[in-house]
């Protein structure tokens, strides 16, 4: 069973970067895509990126000046950096493993999520 | 940009038919998903390429699609199913995904 773990700080000051690693356990990340969504408290989920290990990437258009997407294949783990965070940017963030591969846009495994808040 | 839209809430007592409509004029380009969200849980996947369930999901969950509208039917509903319910899909060359608003169901 496919298990994911998103790690990082809870508490960002703004404009500061805003830094969370999603670990996975259960198979190597190398063999899909991972993409990261957020979700404001009480809102809907927002879509911020996707990344695949042969360097593709793909990001949401409102996010993409702000946003790095990387993976680390000796950890297994997947990270998310979202630069100048303001009051605007506090959410919690998922991790989720992206059936892109195989010409289909979902996500079939979830992690928990982490809840980041933006304040000074 | 690429929207989809959900009715924001929706009430049915149990044992009845919930209908979960989900609109957009991309959708015919690329097919949907529904995750179900409860209070303080990540999204859990119910429908899969508009109609398909994944293994472990209940039978009383279905989709179904016409044209622009596709369509979350849960048949039976039970107190259990009291959720927020997003559909989800993608642009046609499948670079940017979009989530619908979410619908909050209340079981009465």
């Known amino acids: 069973q496919v298990q994911l773990q998103e790690s990082g700080p809870g508490l960002v000051k703004p404009s500061e970067t805003l830094s969370l690693v999603c670990t996975v356990s259960?198979?190597?990340?190398?063999?899909?895509?991972w993409s990261w969504i957020r979700q404001p408290a009480g809102k809907e989920l927002e879509w911020i990126g996707r990344i695949y290990i042969n360097g593709n990437i793909n990001y949401n258009p409102s996010l993409k000046n702000r946003v790095t997407l990387s993976l680390d294949t000796s950890r297994n783990q997947v990270s998310l950096k979202l630069s100048a965070v303001t009051a605007a940017d506090t959410a919690t963030y998922f991790c989720a493993r992206d059936l892109a591969r195989l010409g289909w846009y979902y996500f079939d495994y979830w992690g928990q999520g982490a809840l980041v808040t933006v304040s000074s | 940009s690429y929207e989809l839209t959900q009715p924001p809430s929706m009430s049915v007592s149990p044992g009845q038919t919930a209908r979960i409509t989900c609109s957009g004029d991309e959708l015919p380009k690329q097919y949907v998903y529904w995750y179900q969200q409860r209070p303080g849980q990540a999204p859990l996947l119910l429908i899969y390429?508009?109609?398909e369930r994944p293994s472990g999901i209940p039978e009383r969950f279905s989709g179904s699609r016409s044209g622009t509208t596709v369509t979350l039917t849960i048949s039976g509903v039970q107190a259990e199913d009291e959720a927020d319910f997003y559909c989800q899909s993608a642009d046609s060359g499948g670079t940017y995904v979009v989530f619908g608003g979410g619908t909050k169901l209340t079981v009465l």
């Open positions: 259960s198979g190597s990340i190398t063999n899909y895509y």
């Open positions: 390429k508009d109609s």
